[in-house]
């Protein structure tokens, strides 16, 4: 559900305020009671709740760097145990 940031142009009172983006705007201002409440431009914001993909896929999980492959590179044919150039 969205954030949304409130502002009264009257009292200056600021609020956020988590509402279906289907709702119509609230216009009280719950400090002075003027229909001057008014939604603000800013970030967008969200919220998850429950027990969906989030929580139970990537909730704390973080990446995590891939482990690089070893190379080993094959001995020559001249070589032999214990040679110095490997």
Same mark, same amino acid.
């Given at each position: 559900? %969205?954030? +949304?940031?409130?502002? &009264?142009?009257? &009292?200056g009172? #600021?609020? !956020?305020?988590?509402?279906?983006?289907? !709702? =119509?705007?609230?216009?009280?201002? %719950? !400090? &002075?009671?003027?229909? /001057?409440? $008014? *939604?603000?431009v800013? $970030? =967008?914001?969200?919220q998850?709740n429950?027990? @969906?993909? +989030? $929580?139970t896929?990537?909730k @704390?999980? @973080?990446? *995590? %760097?891939? #482990?690089?492959?070893?190379?080993?590179?094959?001995?020559?044919?001249?070589?032999? /145990? @214990?040679c $110095? &150039?490997?």
């Open positions: 559900m %969205p954030i +949304y940031d409130y502002q &009264c142009t009257s &009292c009172f #600021k609020k !956020e305020v988590m509402r279906k983006a289907s !709702e =119509p705007n609230l216009t009280a201002c %719950p !400090e &002075c009671n003027k229909e /001057t409440f $008014a *939604k603000q800013s $970030a =967008p914001s969200f998850l429950g027990t @969906g993909w +989030y $929580a896929d990537f @704390g999980s @973080g990446s *995590k %760097p891939a #482990k690089p492959e070893k190379k080993t590179e094959a001995a020559p044919a001249a070589c032999v /145990t @214990g $110095a &150039c490997h």
